[in-house]
């Protein structure tokens, strides 16, 4: 167990200083993610992200069949239904103030989605420990989060199988997968 030097606790004071400072964290985008997590050492996230249907969500709401959908619903346009976007973009009914101009409702269900707003965990210094990137935010998902739209109230729902669907999104970082098995 590591002591807690005088230098330590300033960088902790700090730390949670500069957090209450910058207020709330906010949304980035996918593509801020992209940056370090293309490859196999980082679980090949983004790419394997970009192969589901969560990156495509947005796309899907102005297929034919969304709009039919849609439409039975006395929903005239699914790409701007708070009922629709609510679950197929990242972010909605955040505040602005909340959002960098790099999230895009075009990234459909992206990265922070599940693991919230990134713009304070982000950084690889902090991202390299991870329980410091839970306190600056990072979200660990679970069942409980994918049933937040996975659910009874979407139109085209499905019984949801959380295993089965979580072995079709998954991506661990192989070097925290390891670990997490030791511990």
Known sequence: MRRLTVLGLIGLVLTFFNLAVSGPHKYVGSAKCKTCHMTPKSGE??????????????????????????????ISDPQKSDKCLSCHITGHG??????????????????????????????????KDRQKAIAAGLL??????????????????????????????????PKAAAEEKKG
């Open 45 to 74: 996230a983004y790419p394997i992200w970009q192969k589901t249907k969560h990156a495509k969500a947005y796309e899907t709401l102005a297929s034919d069949e969304s709009k039919k959908i849609a439409s039975s619903m006395g």
């Open 94 to 127: 955040v505040p602005d103030s909340l959002k960098e101009a790099t999230l895009t409702n075009a990234e459909g269900v992206g990265c922070e989605a599940c693991h919230g707003p990134g713009s304070d965990y982000k950084a690889m210094t902090v991202m």
């Open 140 to 173: 660990i998902p679970n069942e409980k989060t994918c049933l937040s739209c996975h659910n009874e109230k979407s139109p085209t729902y499905k019984p949801f199988k959380y295993q089965e669907m979580l072995k079709k999104i998954a991506h661990p970082i």
